[in-house]
């Protein structure tokens, strides 16, 4: 072996013992030398390529990638690795026809198929997401992104009952919070809870806690006695809503010694509580309430019919970019209209606020204090007479409480938003869906017409 190729495999082997190590600096140090040694060498340029989206630095790796699928079309990770450069680079189309190239050379590929239901369910393609997730499934009963990427496409699709066995796969996924209740207590399956204390702990966020608090009615009638572990922001809520339920307020908490004072015979996290009682059967009223002294107070405050509404949802990790709308946008068709605005929106958002009250002379009532003490926003959010939100927090709030609301929905929803006019847990809720992908303007169109 001459000098030159033997540089190359030496640094194509050191590059990958790197790269099992984590040591992804000195990986692409190497990889770069192999690649300049053979730079028309499929292998190289995956592993350049590889490198660069483990390091989240996806047009370089695109780039890479795409020469080597030049090089030899027919390596299955090459597309996958693609697929997941192009989703990561915010081009999920571009990411699912990758995918699908990519199946066409190995059409029984677990990954892959994996990959485009994922980036289909992002992209809001939920038929195809469904149909792939569900052949990735059959040929690896055991692949844990498959079965979790189908709970989502399902319950988006308003499958629960297929959805939710789907859903709990979540755990093994890493998606689903493992909290030590697991080692302390046995999960409760489903078994006769008559007479016994069962431990329901709270795993995601607000929103999600507030929905699934629609179940524990379930578990009284059952017979259960139920302590509950939530956020400590709701826990004057739900005091207040389940007088009969223990309520700790321990989720932010690194002691659980607490529950060990307590006879618990159980524990279940609350977004397993919809596979128990095979929920929602149909939408609940009003299951939450605010404190009737502060909704009093703020109805006198307000003094007219108040609309509250809420802009911006999410996080980087959780699409906010698509489920968000620019205030300036969102403001749109209230103007002109005899209604008095509040916010109900989170984070710092004044000088938003402030730019489009002195843009459009209006005023938009903004009490961050109240909205970042949980409980007296649910009773700000109770004495509104409607409340038009994007998927966030407040769209939940509102529901629970059984106040008018009108949640805007990206095409690509998020599951706990799924297909239909009615939202399936709360009877107030009604949702305007997108039709194209960050197109707001029908949605904003159509609530301008309802006002």
């Not at 040591?23 to 995956?46: G, Q, S």
């Not at 892959?112 to 997401?129: H, I, K, P, Q, S």
């Not at 066995?165 to 080692?183: L, N, S, T």
């Not at 009250?357 to 926003?377: P, Q, T």
Request: aromatic letters at 10%; proline letters at 5%.
């Amino acid at each position: 072996m001459d000098n030159h190729k033997a540089s190359f495999v030496l640094n194509l082997q050191k590059g990958n013992k790197a790269q099992k190590k984590g040591d992804l600096v000195k990986a692409l140090r190497h990889f770069k030398i192999a690649h300049r040694r053979e730079p028309d060498h499929a292998v190289t340029n995956l592993a350049m390529g590889t490198v660069y989206v483990q390091k989240e630095m996806y047009g370089h790796a695109v780039r890479f990638i795409k020469r080597s699928l030049e090089l030899d079309p027919s390596v299955s990770e090459a597309w996958n690795n693609l697929c997941v450069a192009l989703r990561h680079a915010g081009t999920e189309l571009q990411a699912a026809e990758a995918a699908r190239e990519g199946l066409t050379h190995a059409p029984d590929d677990v990954p892959l198929l994996t990959n485009l239901g994922a980036v289909c369910f992002v992209a809001g393609l939920l038929d195809e997401a469904e149909e792939v997730l569900r052949r990735a499934v059959a040929l690896d009963s055991q692949c844990v992104d498959a079965h979790w990427n189908l709970g989502l496409a399902l319950l988006t699709n308003g499958n629960f009952k297929e959805g939710w066995p789907e859903y709990d796969w979540g755990f093994k996924a890493g998606e689903r919070i493992v909290r030590p209740y697991w080692d302390e207590y046995p999960e409760w399956l489903g078994e006769d809870v008559k007479d016994k204390i069962v431990l329901v702990w709270g795993e995601q966020g607000i929103g999600d806690e507030i929905l699934f608090s629609s179940c524990i009615n379930q578990l009284r009638d059952a017979g259960a006695g139920v302590v509950m572990d939530c956020h400590p922001r709701l826990i004057p809520m739900f005091k207040r809503s389940f007088p009969w339920v223990l309520g700790f307020g321990a989720r932010k908490d690194e002691d659980w010694g607490w529950s060990k004072n307590l006879e618990i015979d159980h524990h279940i996290p609350s977004g397993s509580l919809p596979l128990m009682f095979n929920l929602p059967k149909e939408p609940s009223t009003a299951y939450l309430h605010a404190d009737p002294t502060r909704v009093a107070h703020w109805r006198t405050e307000f003094n007219r019919p108040v609309i509250g509404i809420s802009w911006r949802g999410g996080s980087k990790k959780n699409a906010i970019e698509r489920r968000s709308i620019d205030l300036d946008t969102f403001i749109q068709p209230f103007l002109g209209k005899d209604v008095h605005l509040v916010s109900l929106q989170y984070g710092d958002v004044m000088r938003e606020v402030q730019k489009v009250e002195k843009r459009y002379g209006i005023d938009l009532h903004h009490e961050l204090w109240a909205i970042e003490d949980y409980d007296e926003c649910a009773a700000m959010t109770a004495a509104c007479d409607r409340v038009i939100t994007v998927t966030t927090a407040a769209g939940h709030l509102a529901g629970s409480l059984g106040v008018p609301t009108t949640a805007l929905v990206p095409k690509a929803a998020p599951w706990r938003w799924p297909k239909g006019d009615q939202h399936p847990w709360y009877a107030s809720v009604k949702m305007v869906h997108q039709t194209e992908d960050y197109e707001w303007g029908p949605v904003l169109a159509r609530i301008g017409e309802e006002l």
